[in-house]
């Protein structure tokens, strides 16, 4: 394996997992705040709603 052959593939995939891990990161975020979001809002609707907090505490 000559050393001068290619010697754009180790910064090339350098890049790409410098790319690959941020990409990652964010979709990581982004999902965890659209579950925090989701969470918070069904929260909210389950206290406004009366008929689902009767179901919730009193489970027929």
Not at 21 to 28: I, R
Request: no cysteine; charged share 10%.
């Amino acid at each position: 394996m000559q050393p001068n052959a290619t010697p754009n593939v180790p910064v090339y995939l350098l890049a790409h997992l410098r790319l690959i891990s941020a990409f990652a990161s964010a979709s990581l975020w982004f999902s965890s705040s659209v579950l925090r979001i989701s969470i918070m809002h069904n929260a909210r609707i389950m206290l406004r709603n009366p008929y689902v907090s009767m179901l919730r505490t009193n489970p027929a």
